[in-house]
């Protein structure tokens, strides 16, 4: 039977390696050192200890999983000729040890026993250092891997392999997104040996300028004092605006009741949107968070659903409704993704294959939201029948069908039928914003900046009366026009 020995090195000093891996070293099995650059080698050859490390491969891979890899390939090769070997990492064997990980994976696909001796980690050193208590709170990260694992504002937080400035420059401006770039961080260098640790509180915006960091060193961020941060903080501020001390305006809301606000944040967005106020767009974005968190805290105290199933919701929907990104990227079609998407749309609501080939598109108009502003439910009313060729060939074309709408209008006019006048001016309607459409311009969104236009201009008619020593209602309609298009000019 083929066996490998996984062993710790401790972080730093000999005194913290145990009997154990000691034992394990000094035996006949040929022994294998992810690295000789460790603190504890020179008590290694002292001890006579031999071994063959892995060094050379950082310096002809590319990058660190290539690395991990090679050094996987070689230990599981040389297990299949050697009845037993040691390999031996820094720290603790289970502690942020990729080598580790990998090698346990392909040890069990070629048959090889495996046994992972515990040491010494880091961690243990470095919360020896802090006189921290793991107990009251501690999330440890790689810094290879914040930006998918960021850290919780509320946990005191470990980023491990700050291996140089450039690394602390990465983290810096990627912890700067989520914490105060004055916030006092500890900069933990060379923990666990004697007589070369340093404990160093700097700036975050200070990282990078340490000439001290080398590769060992580890970052300690603690705990914000004020319990409301991140994204975990709004969902418990809600619940403590709900609860029974909290607000009673807020304990009183409904779905129903919340409606309008949310509608009126999410136009506040597109108003920020359209002024390019990206300051107060940050702003409206939170007002629009919050209303979600608002409705899902709502639904949870009825045992409906909570804000994870949420967040658990959409990720999958976006997964499954993206197979070129997720699943199989070499099938990729810029020209099918919208109809790729409308076909797993109706999968997802338990339409049949037959469904699909003949979807019944006047049942899908009708499931447009009328929550909806009536402009933006007519486009999208006739983007659904565009699909299957219902549509104007171009802009043009469906210009001259406002030109016939409004001559029918006039008709219905002349006739002094209201009835048949509300129904012609809806067909107008609904044809401006054909052309709209076809122009690629969302019609909800040209009217609004018409109507912006029309404000701005009717303020400077207003000026000039007011230079005139008049108000608008002493001017004659023609007087009016005349000064309306004089604000054109100004």
């Known amino acids: 039977m083929h066996h490998i020995d996984i062993v710790g090195l401790g972080p730093g000093s000999p005194g913290q390696i145990t009997l154990e891996t000691l034992t394990l070293l000094k035996d006949a099995s040929p022994n294998f050192f992810r690295t000789a650059i460790h603190p504890v080698m020179d008590f290694i050859r002292q001890e006579a200890i031999t071994y063959q490390s892995f060094d050379c491969y950082y310096e002809q891979e590319n990058s660190f999983e290539a690395v991990y890899d090679q050094i996987v390939a070689t230990l599981i090769e040389t297990a299949k000729t050697n009845e037993k070997l040691v390999y031996a990492v820094p720290g603790n064997p289970l502690f942020g040890e990729k080598t580790v990980e990998k090698l346990i994976v392909a040890a069990k696909a070629a048959g090889i026993s495996y046994r992972i001796y515990p040491g010494v980690s880091f961690v243990d050193v470095t919360l020896n250092s802090l006189e921290a208590d793991p107990i009251n709170g501690l999330k440890i990260i790689d810094a290879f891997d914040l930006f998918k694992n960021p850290p919780d504002p509320r946990i005191g937080t470990l980023v491990t392999q700050v291996y140089d400035r450039h690394m602390a420059s990465e983290l810096k401006l990627q912890l700067m997104e989520i914490y105060d770039p004055e916030k006092r961080v500890v900069l933990l260098i060379n923990s666990g040996i004697p007589g070369a640790e340093k404990s160093m509180e700097v700036y975050l915006y200070e990282l990078d300028r340490i ?280």
């Open 211 to 490: 000439d001290d960091i080398n590769h060992l060193t580890s970052l300690f961020i603690p705990a914000e004092i004020d319990v409301y941060q991140g994204f975990q903080g709004t969902v418990e501020l809600m619940k403590a605006l709900r609860a029974k001390e909290g607000c009673s305006w807020d304990r009183s809301q409904t779905h129903e009741s919340l409606r309008s606000y949310l509608l009126e944040e999410s136009y506040e967005v597109l108003e920020a949107i359209d002024n390019q106020d990206w300051d107060n767009l940050a702003e409206e974005l939170g007002d629009v968070l919050f209303q979600i968190v608002f409705h899902a805290e709502i639904a949870s105290e009825a045992g409906r659903f909570n804000i994870n199933q949420v967040i658990a919701g959409i990720n999958e929907k976006m997964i499954r409704r993206h197979p070129h990104v997720f699943i199989d990227k070499a099938s990729f079609d810029p020209d099918q993704v919208e109809t790729n998407w409308d076909a797993i749309k109706r999968l997802e609501k338990g339409e049949s294959i037959a469904a699909q080939e003949n979807p019944g598109l006047a049942s899908e108009m009708k499931k447009i939201p009328k929550a909806l502003p009536a402009l933006m439910e007519a486009y999208k009313v006739q983007k659904k029948a565009a699909k299957v060729g219902f549509d104007w060939p171009e802009p043009t074309a469906a210009l001259e069908k406002i030109d016939e709408e409004t001559l029918e209008l006039r008709a219905a006019m002349a006739e002094n039928d209201p009835q048949k006048v509300a129904e012609e001016l809806g067909d107008l309607l609904f044809s401006v914003v054909n052309v709209s459409r076809l122009l690629k311009l969302q019609p909800e969104l040209v009217l609004r900046k018409a109507t912006e236009k029309f404000i701005a201009r009717f303020g400077k008619m207003e000026e000039v009366a007011s230079q005139e020593n008049k108000s608008l209602n002493d001017y004659t309609f023609e007087e009016l026009d005349e000064a309306w298009n004089r604000s054109k000019g100004l």
